[in-house]
C-alpha cells in the first residue's frame, strides 16, 4: 500500500511580516500533483493543519480546496496538532468519513480506519495531538489519572492501538501522531527548528521510539525537518515529513516535500521523498557592513533571497538598515551584533529609573554601539537633554 504522508502545513502563518498564503497555495497544488502522479492509496496529514485554533478565511478556503482535490484522488486521514483546534478542525467529520476521516476525538485513538490493498488490510490510528493535562484523564483506564506527560499518554494510546491489533491477526499497521520523539541517544538526535512551538510539560517534551512498538510504520507531524528519529532494531519505522515550507531562518537550509511510503505484504517499509520547490531562496548572512554591501563581494549571490542579516562592524554603521534594505530588497531581519557580539538592552541590570538621564544616554550609545560614549557625543547631546529636562539632567 502507498501512502502520501505530509504535515505542518501551518496555514495563516507569516514569515517575519511576510503574508504566505500564495506560497501555501502553491505547495499544496504541488502536493495534490504528487498524489495524483505517485497514485497513492491514502494521505497522511499529521498535524498542523492551521498555525492557530481560529485561522484566516483564506486559509479555511484553502483547506477546503486541497482536502476536497485530495478526495478525489485517495482517503484522507488528517489528525490536528498542538497548533490547531481539534473540535474547529474536526468539523464534518461525521459526513466526511467515506472519503476524509478527520480524527480529532481522544477517544478514538484505538479505532483505526480500515484500508485494503491486494494484499489484505491496513490499519491507520490516528492520533490527535495529545495534551498531557486533558489526555492524561480521558485517557486514564480508572479513576486516577495517568502521570502528567507526554511518555505517559502516548503509552496509554498505543496501549489500545495493540489491544486492537491483537484482535486482527495478520494486518498491517500504520500510526499517525503529531509529537516530539527522539531516538534511543535522546533530544540531541532530533533536529528542531525556532518555527515549532514548545511543549514541554513539566520538564520534559518528548517521548522515545521505543514507545511505538508493534506497529508498522508511524507518519510523525511536529518537527519541521525532514528525519527519521533511531528506533530499535525490531521496532517500527519512525519517520517527520516535514513542513512543506520554511518558516524560519533556522530552517534555511532544509530541503522541504512530501514523503511517499509503500508499506509491502509482510508489512516491509520503503520511504521516498519528493521535494517541493520553495518561494525564495532562505539564508542567514553576517559581516561587516562594507563585505555585505560590495557588488562583487561573498554575499552578492543571496540578493533575491529571504535573508536574516547581522552587521558586526565595530561600531553601529550610519543608515544601516535603510543601506542593508536597499541592496537585500527581500531582507526580513536585521541584526547588529559589534563584532560578532549580540547588544542586549540592560545587560548591567540597573533599572532605568534610578539612573539620570546622562547616564542612560551613555548606556545607550555603548549598548547599542559597542564602544563606550565619547565626551564628545555626551556633550553633542547637553543642549537637547537641558532643552527635555529644563537643565535638571545631571
Known sequence: MRFLHTSDWHLG?????????????AALSRIVEIAREERVDAVLIAGDVYD?????????????????ELAQIAPVILTPGNHDSATRLSFGAGLFRDC???????????????????????????????????ARHRLADGEQPLTRSHQAVLSAAMDRVRDDLARRDGVRSVVVAHAFVVGSSGRESAEVSESERDITVGTVDCVGTDVFRGVDYVA????????SPGSA???????????????????????????????DAHGVVTLRTVDIEQPRAMARI???????????????AHRDAWVQVTVTDPS???DMIARIRSVFAHCLVIRFEPNG?????????????TMAPRDVLADFIEEMGGVAASDRELAALEPLLAQAFGGGHS
Open 100 to 134: 476524509i476521516h478527520i480524527r480529532g476525538c481522544i477517544d478514538d485513538v484505538g479505532t483505526p480506519v480500515m484500508l485494503t490493498d491486494g494484499h489484505g488490510d491496513v490499519a491507520v490510528y490516528a492520533f490527535p495531538y495529545l495534551d498531557p493535562d486533558e
Open 220 to 227: 510523525l507531524g511536529h518537527l519541521h525537518g525532514r528525519q
Open 286 to 300: 553576517q559581516g561587516p557592513i562594507a563585505d555585505l554591501l560590495a557588488d562583487d563581494g561573498p554575499f552578492a
Open 52 to 68: 492557530r485554533s481560529v485561522p484566516p478565511l483564506e486559509s479555511v478556503g484553502l483547506l477546503n480546496r486541497t482536502l476536497s
Open 316 to 318: 553601529r554603521p550610519s
Open 13 to 25: 502563518r507569516g514569515l517575519h511580516g511576510t503574508a504566505l498564503h500564495s506560497a501555501q497555495a
Open 341 to 353: 557580539q549580540p547588544v542586549t538592552m540592560g545587560q548591567r541590570g540597573v533599572a532605568v529609573t
Open 233 to 263: 532494531d525490531d521496532g517500527p519505522v519512525v519517520h517527520y515529513s516535514g513542513s512543506p515550507l520554511r518558516y524560519s531562518f533556522s530552517e534555511s537550509n532544509h530541503i522541504k516535500g512530501v514523503t511517499i511510503v509503500d508499506v
